[in-house]
């Protein structure tokens, strides 16, 4: 799935997913979703041993000086 596809699905959810092909810049370009979670922590933790792995949060940053509570 590409990158653009994974970060609406999931909008909002921390996602960890294996990098099957990076873009020219070396950027993920295609993901294989792993985990996904609205917890940062329980996502990193499903992941701790595997490799070419990206972890993320899919959807809009909050603007800066906001503080959010996950």
Do not use: T
Not at 11 to 37: C, K
Not at 51 to 70: D, N, Q, R, S
């Amino acid at each position: 799935m590409d990158f653009k596809s994974v970060n609406e699905k999931y909008r909002g959810l921390w996602v960890a997913a294996h990098v099957l092909r990076r873009d020219e810049a070396s950027q993920p370009a295609d993901l294989d979703v792993i985990a996904f979670s609205h917890d940062r922590i329980s996502v990193r933790e499903k992941v701790l041993n595997e490799k070419e792995i990206c972890v993320f949060y899919a959807g809009e940053i909050p603007p800066g000086g906001y503080l959010m509570l996950l």
